[in-house]
């Protein structure tokens, strides 16, 4: 249940809702029919023609095991309304689970589910959960996702109680951060709710659904900013209160009191912080304003961010320290041991000695396996003595034969002759290559030029994105298969997680990383350079320089690698 909770988009949650913080936006339109809704009416799913249109226009009959671009196979349906479905399913050539939207071609939804979905997919964002794959093909459209199984929703998370104040900041301020980066982008979400915010183990907030929601259900509103700032708003009530802003109940949170209107969080829990309770309400109130405090209102993501970072600093709580339980004195310190009363009093009894059992070795069994295990000692220290001069021998007689031309000093370097390369590509799987144009600069010959990758938020292995995760690098192509002795990258960055691969000799324009099965090195963390020299030659077409993560580029959470140079000797 808790791996579905957070791979389920909450398309289909109607009860309770509230408007400006469930609506679709515009910039998941594309020519369909949308609803429009503003003010604070009920969210519906689109309008009576359109939903009956929908509702008419269902999806082949799918079902566990059937596949889509003999790919993707459906495990579990766990969302179908109006017309579309929404799966758990496994991606059988990357072996991940996956979750994906189904919609027939001719759904009047179909097309703005596709362009919010690639458009979503080329924000690149990790503080989103990733669009994978948007694709039409045999009278179908889907939109692939990423599926979280070590995420947990937030409604749940509040089900359990209110957040700590350090928690609630945390939550406030990566979400709002988020969307800004989204309406930079020109991109609205509009159905924030505690069933579309996941947090990870680590701490971290994902927001899924941004866009595609919204194109899912067709509808749209005049002021996106204002309805996602009204929704996060929502949000840290939520999380300060465990209740939901309005008089409805919904997303398992109680309403507020009904005829009482919207107050203050510090006015309906106890303990509540100050700081947090007003910027809740700055982003819930239209027209701005607490009631002590005559703030702006924020009415942008970005002006929301920018209130959150003015904020002082909440700190997480301290861990609690249990004291360890009181010294206890044993028995024998309160025996012969214990000190004599100052006072005169009498001593206790002197406790009477224990006459330990005799060892089991003293026994008659005990000697004979005493002398057994000795004489296997002797035996085995003898045999190893003779194996190690052995050894020895062994060695000297090839340091003096003539034809070992090693020096004795370290080890061969390498004494081939660099072998040309007809061409170098960029290895992005399953991805928008980063700098394809400049993939030739690492056989040019100057190590003032390199291939670089783009810069990556948050995590290392390149962002942290699915299919990004497993890495990029360069192929390089020697035009037929030749013996490769040893190679030498001149890497763009010190820091880089790193490894060599080769295709087999028969290989045709390989692609994926399992198409290099021969590896030519470990993968570990590399210097400036990293030099492979193998002691039997390996014959190849194509070598693959593959980079797995990428080192700081100075900043506090940038990531940025590349490879400047390559040479591949025979």
Known sequence: MAERSTAAVDVADTSGEEPLTAKAGKATDDGAKAEKVSGREQNAAGTD???????????????????????????ECV?????????????????????????????????PVLSAARSSALLGDPRFVQVLDAVEENDLVYVVHEW???????????????????????????????????????LSHLRITPGSVLRTESGQYRIRGLAVMAALRGITCESPQRTDTEAIGALLYAALTQRWPYENDAH????LPKGVGLIAPDQVRAGVHRGLSELAMRALINDGATASRQEQPCTTPEELAKAVAAMPRIRPPETAFN??????????????????????AAAPHATQPVT????????RTGRALKWSVSALLIAALGLGSWQLADTLLKREKDQDAPGNSQPAGGPKKPTGKALPVKGATEFSPLAEPFSEDQAHNVTDGDPSTAW?????????????????????????????????SGIQVTMYRPGQTAEVRAAAPSAA???????????????GKSGDKLDVKLDQPVKSRYVLVHITKLPTDGTSDGFRGGISEVKIFS
Do not use: C
Not at 152 to 180: F, K
């Open 452 to 484: 670089v990758t783009g810069r990556f938020l948050g995590w290392p292995n390149f962002g942290n994105l699915s299919p990004r995760a497993d890495g990029s690098g360069i192929i390089l192509d020697l035009g037929s298969a030749k013996d490769i």
């Open 356 to 363: 330990p059992p005799p060892s089991p070795l003293q026994s």
């Open 323 to 344: 004291a360890p339980p009181p010294y206890q004195r044993t028995g024998y310190q309160q025996g012969s041991y214990r000190q004599s009363s100052a006072h005169g």
């Open 79 to 111: 969302t179908r309304l109006d017309g579309f479905s929404s799966w758990r399913a496994v991606d059988e050539m990357l072996r991940r689970a996956v979750g994906v939207h189904i919609l027939p071609a001719d759904h009047p939804r179909a097309r």
């Open 509 to 523: 324009d390989p692609t994926t990383l399992g198409d290099f099965s021969q590896r030519l090195s470990k993968l």
């Open 148 to 186: 979280l199984p070590d995420a947990t929703e937030l409604t749940t998370v509040l089900a359990n109680g209110p957040l700590e104040p350090h928690d609630a900041y945390q939550l406030v301020s990566q979400v709002s951060q988020a969307m800004a980066a989204a309406h930079r982008e020109g």
């Open 49 to 75: 023609e359109e939903r009956a249109e929908a509702i008419e226009a269902q999806p082949p009959e799918l079902h566990s095991g059937h596949k889509l671009a003999r790919r993707y196979r459906l495990e």
């Open 252 to 255: 398992g949170l109680t309403g």
